[in-house]
């Protein structure tokens, strides 16, 4: 089972190194392809597991005994987190070989891509906080790489903000693990809680905004979201489409840590007002532009300020809502880029004026676009309206109507941006201009469609998500369990 656990983190790093060795595009796409196939699969059993209710799998790499050793923890949360992550991965991989854009062409991508992949499933089963560091140390060096692969000057100056503010979010992150250690002697998650009960009330409170404002700033949450609307449009759409799908997941899965195992219930009320303002300036962002990639890179920060506020109002019920929200968000945000993608590269421009009338020169992209919209947007029967109805109603039930009725105004506010999408780029009138035929290649649009199929999946499975987003939320609630199952490994 130890290698079971750690295959998600191994094989995407073992291949890495064999690619940057290898150089041959070939060989690096099948290598890259075989190699996060295998790790879906992994993730896929590790997932039947916690489905069947055998979880937490513990491994401890080397064999070195549990201080000292690199522990790594998947319980219900992390493997559904991971499985999304590995599939997500291996089919914008596949898009981005299709589409052959420069930067894939790299002999640089592929390793650098399958390092970014072992970093996020890092970043889902450590079970400290040293290795959790680490893991993001990993995802920034090889974000700005994919980022600014390209080498042009918009990405180069938008990769150095992205860059700089994630080097503040490191050097934060590493001053909280640091005085962790030096007030409780362990980092180890499964030995926090208990010595983090015990410190005086100002150091623990210290401790905890620390770590929210670290994981807040790779979350993109009010006000540290700033950085990600001019970072995120630069990259090539591939590459927007993970990072707008899984990193700022990271960032949301580390603030539900430390809310629920290390922290529980503490400072829930500022999580509520900082979730509530995420979504709102995302949101305001968002219909303020005009340019598809830049809409949806809000976009990404109102979606955070949803699962932050279901975060704050606590709860089984909330908490079990934010876990099916990241759930359903990182397919659809993805799913979306993709399209995007194709949009751009059939018509060489984003704004709307430009890219008018898509939908009666290709039905198929349209439908493409418009499903994962409305899920976005909160509209029945999609997995984002069960998804915010969740949210609303433990909202409801905890008495935070404030924060509901931001949510709904939210909600509202992203359909009108998702019509304004379609109504600019696919049902506009491009007037004199003569169409332009679109040549999307094959392997852009199968796995766009496979991605869509994915959303649907989610809407379609919402029962039984739901469900075992419950189980999740109770688990993560009895922070007992997982320690009990990190010290008897």
């Known amino acids: ?27 690096q796409r099948t290598i890259s392809i075989g190699s996060l196939g295998a790790a879906t699969v992994a993730a896929a059993a590790l997932f039947a597991r916690a489905w069947t209710g055998d979880v937490p799998d513990v491994a401890r790499l080397g064999g070195w005994p549990g201080s000292f050793a690199i522990t790594i923890v998947a319980d219900r949360l992390a493997t559904v987190l991971v499985l999304v992550a590995m599939a997500t991965m291996a089919l914008v991989l596949v898009y981005a070989i299709g589409q052959r854009a420069p930067d894939e062409r790299s002999s640089y991508y592929h390793p650098v891509y399958l390092v970014l992949a072992a970093g996020v499933s890092q970043a889902f089963l450590a079970g400290d906080l040293f290795n959790l560091f680490v893991a993001f140390e990993i995802l920034l060096m090889a974000s700005y790489v994919l980022i600014t692969l390209e080498g042009t000057d ?3 100056r938008s990769g150095t903000t992205y860059v700089v503010l994630n080097v503040l979010e490191s050097m934060v992150l590493l001053a909280a693990v640091g005085l962790v250690f030096a007030a409780t002697g362990t980092v180890s998650m499964a030995e926090l809680p208990e010595r983090l009960a015990a410190l005086p009330d100002g150091v623990r409170n210290g401790l905890n905004l620390l770590l929210l404002v670290a994981f807040g700033i790779k979350a993109a949450v009010f006000p540290l979201f700033f950085w990600l609307p001019d970072a995120y449009p630069t990259a090539p759409s591939s590459v927007s489409a993970i990072f707008a799908g899984l990193l700022t997941k990271v960032g949301v899965y580390c603030l539900i840590r430390v809310h629920t195992l290390l922290f529980p219930g503490e400072f829930s009320g500022l999580l509520v007002v900082v979730g509530a303002l995420t979504m709102l300036v995302g949101v305001l962002g968002a219909v303020s532009q005009q340019d598809m990639k830049r809409i949806l890179s809000f976009h990404i920060v109102s979606q955070v300020g949803y699962m932050v506020t279901g975060m704050g109002i606590g709860g089984a019920a909330a908490l079990a809502a934010t876990v099916l929200y990241l759930i359903h968000h990182i397919p659809v945000k993805a799913s979306l880029f993709l399209v995007e993608g194709i949009v751009r590269s059939d018509t060489g421009d984003r704004p709307f004026t430009s890219v008018a009338g898509l939908a009666r020169r290709s039905p198929a992209l349209a439908l493409l676009f418009l499903l994962p919209a409305l899920s976005l947007a909160g509209l029945p029967p999609f997995s984002g309206f069960i998804a915010k109805f969740a949210i609303v109603r433990a909202g409801i039930g905890a008495g935070q109507w ?11 506010l992203t359909l009108v941006s998702m019509t304004k999408i379609w109504v600019g780029a696919f049902w506009g009138d491009a007037g004199d201009r003569p169409p332009r035929i679109l040549r999307h290649r094959r392997e852009m649009a199968v796995t766009t469609a496979a991605m869509v199929a994915v959303t649907l999946a989610v809407s379609l499975w919402a029962g039984p998500l739901y469900e075992f987003a419950e189980s999740a939320a109770r688990e993560l609630l009895d922070g007992a369990s997982y320690v009990r199952a990190v010290r008897s490994s």
């Open 1 to 27: 089972m130890t290698a079971l656990v750690a295959a998600p983190v191994l094989l995407p790093l073992v291949a890495a190194a064999v690619a940057l060795l290898v150089r041959r595009p070939v060989l």
């Open 154 to 156: 918009v990405q180069v």
């Open 402 to 412: 404030v924060p509901v009725a931001v949510a709904l105004f939210v909600g509202l």
